[in-house]
């Protein structure tokens, strides 16, 4: 699973259901991903930007940002696609490579939302949210023409303090890195898996998070 934790402004738009899931997404999901799923672990809120409801995600571990804008009131209950869509396209913007995003894809799962938003998160949001709005308003820049590469990739290059830590990041540097490294556990995953099994109509591109988790490094 992928664990969004949700602002007060957000979580109550959510139609989701007892486990935090929403409607029609799959129950399928494996058990202990959440601890092992490196692109699990964002914070996300609610924005009004220029009149339009704006959904904003950072991912805590590497401060990364996602930008969902003209989210209407039927898009809520979409909101696993268009995390997914937003994700693949601010990494893209980014410059990441086919490899990269071949694992992103392979580590997608079901979003599983709570309200629980850490206060630093709210205003690495804050942090987000001024900077798109900034963008908006140097360049007189309609709401409906700020390229969406752009946005991804100046939220991208923006760096984030680290209260606790008292030091500063970038997330595109730290999200790359960590998407090399999931690539390389991923592969030797993959390599692993195939040496076992025996030659059957077994598709040995769906690697087991067992496998996966077997090649992280400790």
Same mark, same amino acid.
């Given at each position: 699973?992928i664990?969004?934790?949700?602002s007060n402004?957000?979580?109550p738009? +959510?139609p989701t259901?007892?486990?935090g899931? +929403?409607?029609g997404?799959? !129950?399928?999901?494996?058990?202990?991903?959440?601890?092992?799923?490196?692109i699990s672990g964002?914070?996300?809120?609610?924005f @009004?930007i220029?009149?339009r409801? %704006?959904v904003?995600?950072?991912?805590?571990a590497?401060?990364?940002v996602?930008?969902?804008? %003209?989210v209407?009131?039927?898009?809520f209950a979409k909101?696993?696609?268009?995390?997914a869509e937003?994700?693949?396209q601010?990494?893209?913007?980014?410059?990441?490579?086919e490899a990269? @995003?071949?694992?992103?894809?392979n580590?997608l799962?079901? +979003?599983?939302?709570?309200?629980e %938003? /850490?206060d630093?998160? @709210?205003?690495c949001l804050?942090q987000?949210?001024a900077c798109?709005?900034?963008?908006?308003?140097?360049?007189?820049t309609?709401f409906e023409? +700020?390229p969406? !590469?752009k946005? =991804?990739f100046?939220?991208?290059?923006?760096?984030?303090?680290?209260?606790? /830590?008292?030091e500063v990041v970038w997330?595109?540097?730290?999200m790359?890195?960590?998407l090399?490294e999931? !690539?390389s556990c991923?592969?030797?995953?993959?390599?692993?898996?195939t040496?076992?099994?025996n030659?059957t109509?077994t598709?040995t591109n769906?690697v =087991?998070?067992a496998?996966?988790? /077997?090649t992280?490094?400790?």
């Amino acid at each position: 699973m992928i664990r969004l934790h949700c602002s007060n402004k957000l979580r109550p738009k +959510l139609p989701t259901n007892a486990q935090g899931r +929403l409607p029609g997404v799959s !129950s399928g999901v494996i058990q202990g991903l959440e601890a092992l799923n490196p692109i699990s672990g964002w914070h996300a809120s609610l924005f @009004l930007i220029k009149g339009r409801n %704006c959904v904003i995600c950072v991912h805590e571990a590497t401060r990364f940002v996602i930008y969902i804008p %003209c989210v209407h009131k039927t898009d809520f209950a979409k909101l696993d696609g268009l995390f997914a869509e937003a994700l693949l396209q601010a990494l893209t913007a980014c410059q990441a490579t086919e490899a990269h @995003l071949e694992t992103v894809k392979n580590l997608l799962q079901p +979003l599983v939302m709570d309200g629980e %938003c /850490k206060d630093a998160m @709210l205003v690495c949001l804050n942090q987000a949210k001024a900077c798109i709005e900034q963008m908006l308003w140097d360049e007189n820049t309609p709401f409906e023409k +700020l390229p969406f !590469s752009k946005a =991804s990739f100046l939220l991208a290059e923006m760096p984030f303090n680290l209260q606790a /830590k008292k030091e500063v990041v970038w997330p595109k540097k730290l999200m790359l890195r960590l998407l090399d490294e999931a !690539s390389s556990c991923y592969q030797r995953a993959t390599s692993h898996r195939t040496q076992q099994a025996n030659v059957t109509n077994t598709d040995t591109n769906v690697v =087991s998070f067992a496998d996966f988790k /077997k090649t992280r490094k400790p």
